[in-house]
């Protein structure tokens, strides 16, 4: 009888264990498929307001951009690194962060103007997508718009993410290297002169005559504002910005060569000087200019 009861009471354990080990493929299941429904939205949305900076492969640029292959579905599987990001992506970052032992200036544009949805897909994209991340066969819970919605409703500055992300991921981070960047800044006169003609043509009506006085509310291109958000950065920083956000009805529509000219123009209005040589285009070669004064 003993051994009719253990025999009856191992089966009962293994029908028990079995039930758990089905509700637990079926709910990862549901949000593999949950994911991959947003998939389609995340890849568009990543392409137009991401890969300019963080690059078509997620990696980044060193120095300039961080990866989020590899990093942001890490922050994703735990609370704090969760609110974090949906945070950091609703209302900017601004301040020195390190990634993977690597420092960047940290200036990234707040992107509350996409939907919950648009928001709740990118993430699902990155946090899913990249060969080298962690993927929802490894647990990875799907962002959903509901969830963009609760941070939303909790307005905060760049800044303000910054001092949070300061005090829950990295309270003691350093600031970056001054030796990231060690070629000085290079433009000539005449790629200001092009850049004064597209600015003319392209973003007065926002910023202004003088770079300050838009009609529209343009951010101040030159002055205490520009310096205080941008010199810790280098031209990689200011450049990519601009492609990835500018002009704001077309953002990414201009050629390369045109941004790098209105970048002239606007640093020439703050106080760097034109030279011999032109002003790249390359992210690897401008990562390596220092807007520091």
Not at 11 to 36: D, E, F, P, R, W
Not at 135 to 143: E, L
Request: charged residues 10%.
């Amino acid at each position: 009888m003993a051994t009719q009861h253990s025999l009856l009471l191992r089966a009962g354990l293994a029908h028990g264990l079995a039930l758990v080990l089905l509700a637990c493929a079926g709910a990862q299941a549901q949000t593999s498929a949950s994911v991959a429904a947003t998939v389609p939205l995340g890849a568009r949305t990543y392409a137009t307001q991401c890969a300019t900076c963080h690059q078509a492969n997620g990696r980044g640029v060193s120095g300039a951009f961080p990866p989020l292959a590899g990093h942001i579905p890490t922050l994703l599987a735990s609370d704090a690194g969760r609110s974090h990001v949906l945070r950091a992506v609703l209302f900017g970052l601004e301040g020195p962060i390190t990634v993977n032992s690597t420092s960047f200036a940290g200036n990234m544009p707040a992107l509350g103007s996409l939907d919950n949805a648009a928001i709740a897909a990118v993430l699902n994209y990155i946090g899913s997508e990249w060969p080298d991340a962690a993927g929802p066969s490894a647990g990875f819970k799907a962002v959903t718009p509901t969830e963009v919605a609760a941070f939303r409703s909790n307005r905060l500055g760049a800044q303000e993410v910054y001092a949070l992300r300061q005090k829950t991921l990295t309270p003691s981070q350093p600031a970056p290297a001054a030796s990231a960047a060690s070629m000085p800044v290079s433009f000539t006169a005449q790629q200001v002169a092009a850049g004064k003609a597209a600015y003319q043509h392209d973003c007065m009506d926002c910023h202004g005559n003088a770079l300050d006085n838009g009609e529209f509310g343009g951010a101040p291109l030159r002055g205490s504002y520009f310096r205080n958000r941008w010199n810790q950065g280098s031209v990689a920083n200011l450049y990519a910005f601009m492609k990835a956000k500018m002009p704001p009805d077309r953002p990414g529509a201009l050629s390369d060569k045109i941004y790098a000219e209105l970048l002239a123009f606007i640093l020439q209005a703050n106080g760097f000087e034109p030279g011999a040589t032109e002003l790249p285009t390359n992210p690897l070669v401008q990562q390596s200019m220092s807007l520091r004064e």
